[in-house]
C-alpha cells in the first residue's frame, strides 16, 4: 500500500529529526573527549569512540546512497576503514576527527536535499545482519537510525572505561 504524499512526508520529517539528534548526541562526543580518550579501546571491547562514530558514518552512506546506486559522499579509504565488518587499526588523527565532525552534521543536510531534490528513485533491496529487510531508501533511513541507536549504546558503555 503506498502511503498519500503528505503522510511519507511527515514520516520522513520525523526520521529526519531523530537523526539529526543522535548525531548531535555524537557530536557531543568528539567535543567532550579528547583524541587519547577518542582512540582508547578498553579492555573486553574491539572498538572505541572516534571508530563507532567513524561507522556509523560509513553505514550510512552505504545504506542510503550506494543501495540507491548512488555515489557516497565519502573517500575510498574512510569507507574502508569504517565500514561493517572493520575495526580500529590505529589510532585517528585530529585531522581525522575534524573531518568526521564534519562529515557527522554535514551528511544530514546533505541527504535531506537529495530526498528533497528526488535523487533517491531505485534502492536494491537488502537483508541487514540483524534481520532487518530494506526495500526502499526510505526504510534504509529509518533502519540507519535504530543502527546509530545501537552504537549509540555501545559507546555509552566505552565511555564508562575511559
Known sequence: MKLPIFIKKMKMESTFRTWETNRNIYLSFLENYNLEQLNTVPQGFSNNLIWNIGHIIAVQQGLVYSL??????????MKTTYQKGSYPTGNTTQAEVEEIKHLLISLIAKTKQDYTDGKFISYNEYTTSTGFTLKSSEEAMEFNNYHEGIHLGCMLNIKKFI
Open 68 to 77: 540507491s546506486a548512488l555515489p557516497i559522499n565519502i573517500s575510498e579509504e
